[in-house]
């Protein structure tokens, strides 16, 4: 039988990962470009998410990670903790009280922890990725992997 080097299989987690790092990597791009709606630093990427130079850092951050983590044989812990967190933040997001100071940025109720700027659409985004991430994490150890195409053949030789 032949062995197959780690860095050669595709598995869910590794393809899932490499996708979330290019999105948020390309997300992060777009909110630095993004004209600013208000004096408070507001851009809304695509009209639906609000955004800032924090929150981008955080998008930008965030995608480069998990780009990392695909090459060094870590996306299933990086997508048990991505979910985890994401899924935390979209359900924090939910919470009124986390959000200050309030009544100092217009029609803005404030910044989230007193950070950035976050809306209803971040928090429905979050939730998605953070319970997806949970799920190929968690539940997708064992499902089917795809070798790179030569490790295929030397696979399909034996």
């Known amino acids: 039988m032949v062995q197959q080097r780690a860095g050669t299989l595709w598995t869910v987690n590794r393809i899932f990962a490499l996708v979330v790092g290019i999105i948020f990597v390309l997300i ?38 998990a780009i990392l983590v695909v090459f060094i044989g870590h996306s299933r812990t990086f997508n048990q903790i991505f979910g985890v967190l994401y899924t935390l933040l979209g359900l924090a997001g939910l919470i009124p009280a986390l959000y200050f100071p309030a009544g100092t940025y217009g029609t803005d109720s404030g910044l989230f922890l007193g950070l950035t700027h976050i809306n209803a659409g971040d928090h429905i985004l979050h939730l998605i990725v953070g319970v997806a991430a949970i799920i190929v994490g968690f539940f997708m150890a064992g499902s089917a992997t795809h070798a790179t195409p030569a490790a295929s053949r030397e696979r399909d030789a034996v």
């Open 28 to 65: 992060g791009i777009i909110g630095f470009f993004t004209p600013t709606e208000n004096a408070t630093g507001v851009r809304a990427i695509f009209g639906i998410f609000d955004v800032d130079t924090i929150h981008s850092t955080i998008h930008l951050v965030t995608g480069l990670v």
